[in-house]
């Protein structure tokens, strides 16, 4: 256990010399929260996507997919600069890596969830606006974990996979499709069949998991709700995690194997 968190306080140390994270990973959440709500507030309140109660677990899901680009960075930077196989020669697992960049993306999402909460509140209290209770924000924060898990080991499999000149790239295509399939900035259910398509990705279930915590209500007026839905997204959920994890754990122990 000693090996994985020196592992992991040297990684958070080099992550967070990168300017880069408190822009992508802070600010730029922050940023879009209040874009997204002074949007809203000079439309009369028109746009229920733009809520707070469905702004907040929209915002929490896309600020994850930094997370991954933070991960396929520092992974790839550290197979690129030779850090890594020089560490292979040491006692360490392949496990013991996985989980040392693992808990820097964990604590990197739990610390963005509390940003965008604490944006959240800060908001309420400007707008006068109602905000979810303390319980939700638990249970929020639990619900979010699955698809945080994936954006983590996805980082670690692009990391693996490409070089740190690729992996940005794919990064960011996956942080488009967690912004435009998870329905964050737009109001799905209004959208017939490419709806439904988004059902099968983690990332539309996750969004309306969170709005139903957070009492939010949709584009046709009715209020999130425990449904088919939210049921039928459990499973997407459970599929990609599960997999992000599989193909993360296969490739670096492959990539550990070749540069042995």
Known sequence: MNKVLNFYKRNLKEVLRDPLIYIFCLGFPIVMFLLFFIINKFT???TPTFELSSLLPAIVVFSYSFVMLTLALAVSKDRQTFFLKRLYASPMKAYHFILGYFLVGLSIGISQTVVCIVTGFIISLLSAADFISLGNILFLTVSQLPILITNVFLGILFGTVFNDKTAPGISSVFISLAGILGGCWMPLETMGAF??????????PSVYIGRIITNATNALGNAYS????????LLPIAF?????????????????????
């Open 240 to 260: 990609f995690m599960f997999v992000s994890i599989l193909l993360s754990v296969v490739a670096f122990k492959r990539s550990m194997t070749c540069d042995q």
């Open 44 to 46: 009369s309140g028109n």
């Open 226 to 233: 425990f449904n088919c839905v939210a049921a039928l997204g």
């Open 195 to 204: 709806e439904s398509f988004c059902r099968f990705l983690p990332f539309y």
